[in-house]
Structures are given as structure tokens and as C-alpha cells.
């Protein structure tokens, strides 16, 4: 689960770069009214990476918390 959490969480970064870089070509050849809504997704796919890894730091110190919790209380008995 650790590999697919990585893996998403470059994807939605590489996702909102190439959806910005596409979207800032098609709005200098055709226009910014035309294409400039098109911005939306990148930010949509940038707060994405941004959300799964406050997730996944989150997790982890979750999962550290549980691990010292239980040698806790395997040291008191």
C-alpha cells in the first residue's frame, strides 16, 4: 500500500504539470479566454499532491503513535 500511495502521489504531481504546461501552450496559441479555465484542473491535480502528502506524513506518525502506545503497554505488563 506504501508503493501505491507513492506512486499517486507523484502522479497527481506530474499531473499538474503537464495539464499547466498544456493548458499555458494552448493559451498562448489560441487564447487565454478560451483556454484559461483550463487552470482550474491544475490546481484541482496540484492541491491533490498537496492533500496526499499531508495524509501521508499524517499516517505515519498515526501508525509511530500505535507502535509506541503498544510497547507501552507490552513494558507495563
Not at 506530474?14 to 491544475?42: E, H, N, P, Q, R
Request: hydrophobic share 55%; proline share 0%; no cysteine.
Amino acid at each position: 500500500m506504501q508503493l501505491y500511495n507513492k506512486i499517486m502521489l507523484y502522479f497527481w504531481l506530474f499531473a499538474a504539470i503537464v495539464v499547466f504546461l498544456i493548458t499555458t501552450y494552448f493559451s498562448m496559441t489560441d487564447g487565454i479566454k478560451k483556454w484559461g479555465f483550463y487552470y482550474v484542473f491544475a490546481v484541482i491535480a496540484l492541491m491533490m499532491f498537496v492533500v496526499k502528502k499531508w495524509m501521508m506524513n499524517r499516517m505515519e506518525k498515526h501508525i509511530q503513535f500505535l507502535e509506541e502506545k503498544k510497547r507501552a503497554e507490552q513494558a507495563a505488563k
